[in-house]
């Protein structure tokens, strides 16, 4: 158990193995457990101190950024000495007609024998070209991303499911696709840089969405250590971007010229975008680049003529609207320094552009069958794919106001498949089907009429537009100037439409060219300056349980524990940082404790957290453990009389960065102490 100390201390209350024990209870309470890797807090600092954080000088001499996406991914880099130049990947090979391929499909594909063997269009080619028996054999993964994010208990072996049906850990396909843009990256950048020295000239930088909890952060931490990105010994080489953000630090640089007003609104200058004054240098150089295809982009060295106009204070949204997910964060610009400051969490949910494929998979159940359709999914997995790309493309060219109907090629085998299932023909089905707007072509093809493309994006579409009008009516979230718009489901004129129409009244929605690119381009710059997002709101409450004394009265009976005729309270939950609580960079959240015994090698703290600010207790509903430190502690020369001189422990919790931190010094000897925090064993 726990040992107590005088009654002037709290008592932290510790798990014996640092995965998933409670604190100690009186026999009434749930959760008693035995504990040795006990600890009691010190002088704790109730509320977030300004450290300066002792960081290690940068040496990075070209910065990669690995834009992770649910539909596609892809790279770009820039080099320290040349940072308003960001490099965009090589072309991929393959591709669909009529969409940009500066990225590439998330799909990895493995062999029957679980073995690595293509990524992107490559992998989706190879997996559509093979035979439909063999097919079946093959591990095929798309949009899995999604998984990571819907997975409440994720873990380190939480597994992810083949289009086959057969299951991998998601570490290793995680690992597997960034191995992959590792590779790619890296050959590249020694075929323009030959003397490059990889292990340390390379800083990392992955996105994730903002709404991400701290687990699912750590697990593509982790899957960045498996592939081989970076050592588990030098974490500072890695950075976690979150995407809203990458897209505010990017649109800081948009010239006028370089972006499109929706609202179609004069500008503060009385010029229209393209009628923006540029330098004739610049302008040159953007027509040379566009002229020859190339893949670098300028960026400027301040800040764009936009954010010129902009005056300290003022606010604006990133809507990051991406395949799986809706990010939205609010930033406030601070003058002179041009930092940003962030004025409410993250927000938003799974209402990406994968909710208009799923509604087109529920409409082909109406009218051939669902049970036909999951059939089909399974037996000819590869046809399965070859549909959903068809339907892609139509789903590119839908508009608001399209009046011709679009076209949705079936694969021979669906139509084939259907007929020696169902004995009757795809046509007949479309008829006796009580779904209008579908017809059937005489092209073999699906005809959707605009109002039947319309009902897919609606159900996705309305959730979007339901949480930004949530957003807005926050008290913290008002006088907002602009809205920008991006990530690849901005690309979509339904959206496009939809957002103007809801909110162009309260404030200018832009969309910045090349808006797919929007967040890669801005997580380079967040890799070159990571400080340039200067205060950020915690997503959640987090603190640890301890032991206060009991007062009679105000601590419940249930929660008295009785200890060397001492009356405790247990269960207290001692915060570290409250939901929405503006946290700068650089701020921590410093704790000391001491080992419960003399000769302890270890410490284990419980984290726990809640998505409220009212919260009293850690058995309070809505409350559960997210994660653990630890602690490992030298051997050192203990005192004779430890009462007299206790070891102290001083922990530092940094909650102003993309991923909460954790360091600890030995505060008698004045040496670091090896601290570690994980989400992931619970």
Known sequence: MSTFLDPGMHTLQIGTNGESSQTPSPPSSPGMHHESFSIAPLTPSQSPRNEARAQRPTSFSVVVAIDFGTTSSGYAFSFSNDPEAIHMMRKWEGGDPGVANQKTPTSLLLTPEGAFHSFGYTARDYYHDLDPEEARDWLYFEKFKMKIH?????????????????????????????????????QELKDQCPSLQEKDAIRWVITVPAIWKQPAKQFMREAAYKAGLVSPANPEQLLIALEPEAASIYCRKLR?????????????????PELSIDSSFRQAREQLRRSRHSRTFLVESGVGELWAEMQAGDRYIVADCGGGTVDLTVHQIEQPQGTLKEL????????????VDLAFEMLLGQIFGEDFIATFKAKRPAAWVDLTIAFEARKRAAAPFRSNPLNVSLPFS?????????GQNVETALKRSSVNFVKWSSQGMLRMSSEAMNDLFQPTVSQIIRHIDDLLKKPDVKGIKFLFLVGGFAESAMLQHAVQSAFGSLCR???PQDVGLTILKGAVLFGLDPTIVRVRRSPLTYGVGVLNKFVEGKHPKEK????????????????????DQSVALGEVVQRSYCPARVGQRK????????????????????????????????EVDEPSSPKGRRREIRASMQFGDTELKVAAMDVRTSKTVRAAIDFLSN
């Open 150 to 186: 819907s997975t409440s208990d994720l873990t380190m072996k939480t597994e992810l499911e083949a289009v086959n049906g057969k299951k991998v850990q998601a570490l290793e396909v995680f690992a597997h696709a960034l191995r992959f843009f590792k590779q790619h990256a890296v």
């Open 560 to 579: 008295l524990l009785v200890k060397e005729g001492k009356n405790w309270c247990t269960d207290i939950f001692e915060k570290f940082v409250s939901v």
């Open 256 to 272: 006028l010229n370089q972006l499109i007003d929706l609202s179609c609104k004069p500008l503060a200058n009385g010029l229209a």
């Open 344 to 355: 409410y969490k993250a927000s938003g949910g799974p209402y990406g552009a994968v909710g």
């Open 603 to 634: 410490i284990i703290i419980n984290i726990y957290c809640c998505a409220t600010d009212d919260v009293v207790y850690i058995t309070d509903p809505g409350v559960r453990k997210c994660g653990t430190i630890s602690l490992e502690l030298d």
């Open 414 to 422: 669906f139509i084939d498949f259907y007929r020696r299932h169902r």
């Open 509 to 511: 929605v832009i969309i």
